[in-house]
Structure formats: structure tokens, C-alpha cells
């Protein structure tokens, strides 16, 4: 009787898997050395922390709120895609209030159907108010609840969204700031305008005008 030969068949399945792992620890090799990781933070070139919460822009009803969700990781310069101005506020800071007749105006100049500043064709622009508390509730003059939010709002005719954060989550990723800080994401995520790296003089409308692709 002939038998078959099981140990040059083992050694060949052996060589193998050999070769295929040989051939996949090259690949992750060369991708690891090839890739260069994005951070994660709130500085030029970062890419944008978590921020999610509850947003209204109605005033009435408040819905779930996710920044990664206007954000594309395969986006590249000529796609489509959603550049997201964010400013972080608080109902009774007066800066805040100063601010807001000029991003009233702001909105009307880089948002909805008919933007008057001109956009490449594939590109939109959305305005995102986050609200955070810088004193407590228990602070004399200083009020705080979704009533306040949409007070703020209704006062100076904003429609681009607002979020509640008046917990104050954010800090966790985001630091401890004042306000108003502003943040320019661009459509893949990445930061390209923050208020605490900024410098002296150059507003976020500043960086919008310069980053943002204008139209023909």
C-alpha cells in the first residue's frame, strides 16, 4: 500500500501561511509608515473632537445634534461637501450679545439657498451655536434652560441651529474657554480656524473668506 505523504503536504500549507503573513504584516508595515495620523483637537489641523447633544432651530422642537454628521473622511478639495462655522456662547454673556446683529448678518451672507457671498457650486456652509454656561444657575443677573437658548435666538432673528450644552460636556474635549470662541471645520473634519490659536485680529469671518472656495 502507498501513503500519501502527509508531512510535505503540512509543510507546504505552512509555507503558505507563511507568505500570505509575510505579505500582510509588509502591508500594515508600509501603511503605518506611509500614513500620518491626524490629532484629535481644537488647534489648526486637528481633527474635530465629539460634539453631540440636542439642537433646535425652530425654537420648538429640539432633535439630536452630531457634528461628525456634516463631516465626510474621504472628502478632498473639489468634492462636495458642508464647511461648518462654530461658535461656542453663552445666553447672558455680553460679548455674545454684541456679536450677534453681525452673525445675523454673517448668516445671511454664507447661508441657505442663495448665499450672497458666492460658493463653488458643491459647497455649502452651516452656522452651529453652541450653548455652554459659564457661571451656575445660582449666579445673581444669570439665567439659564432651553427657554433662554431660544430667547437668545429669537432676539437677534437667527435660524442656523442652536445646541444645549449648558452642562458644560464639552469641556472634556473641547477645554475650558470663554466666549464667544469660534471654530471653522472644513467638509473632511479638519479645524482650519480656532478662536484660542487665532491670530491677534483675524476674526473667523476672516478665515471663512480666505478658506472657504469661492464661485465664478
Not at 432651530?57 to 462655522?85: A, H, Q, R
Not at 454656561?133 to 437667527?158: C, Q
Request: proline share 4%; hydrophobic share 35%.
Amino acid at each position: 500500500m502507498i501513503r500519501r505523504n502527509t508531512s510535505d503536504e503540512a509543510g507546504t500549507r505552512s509555507d503558505g501561511l507563511m507568505i500570505v503573513s509575510v505579505i500582510f504584516i509588509a502591508a500594515f508595515t508600509y501603511i503605518a509608515f506611509t500614513t500620518n495620523p491626524v490629532y484629535t483637537g481644537i488647534d489648526v489641523g486637528d481633527r474635530v473632537p465629539e460634539l453631540t447633544g440636542k439642537m433646535t432651530t425652530d425654537g420648538v422642537t429640539w432633535i439630536d445634534f452630531d457634528l461628525s454628521d456634516y463631516y465626510d473622511d474621504m472628502w478632498s478639495e473639489g468634492d462636495n461637501g458642508t464647511w461648518t462655522m462654530i461658535e461656542f456662547m453663552d445666553t447672558n454673556c455680553g460679548a455674545c450679545k454684541n456679536a450677534g446683529p453681525d452673525i445675523r448678518d454673517k448668516e445671511k451672507l454664507w447661508t441657505g439657498d442663495n448665499p450672497q457671498r458666492s460658493l463653488q457650486e458643491n459647497i455649502t456652509v452651516e452656522f452651529v451655536a453652541i450653548s455652554i454656561s459659564l457661571w451656575t444657575e445660582d449666579t445673581p443677573g444669570k439665567s439659564y434652560g432651553r427657554e433662554e437658548i431660544v430667547s437668545f435666538k429669537d432676539e437677534f432673528s437667527h435660524q442656523f441651529g442652536y445646541v444645549d450644552m449648558q452642562d458644560n460636556s464639552h469641556q472634556d474635549a473641547w477645554g475650558n474657554f470663554g466666549t464667544p470662541t469660534y471654530f471653522l471645520v472644513n467638509p473632511n473634519g479638519i479645524i482650519e480656524y480656532a478662536t484660542p490659536s487665532a491670530d491677534y485680529g483675524y476674526t473667523i469671518w476672516d478665515a471663512m473668506e480666505d478658506k472657504i472656495p469661492r464661485g465664478v
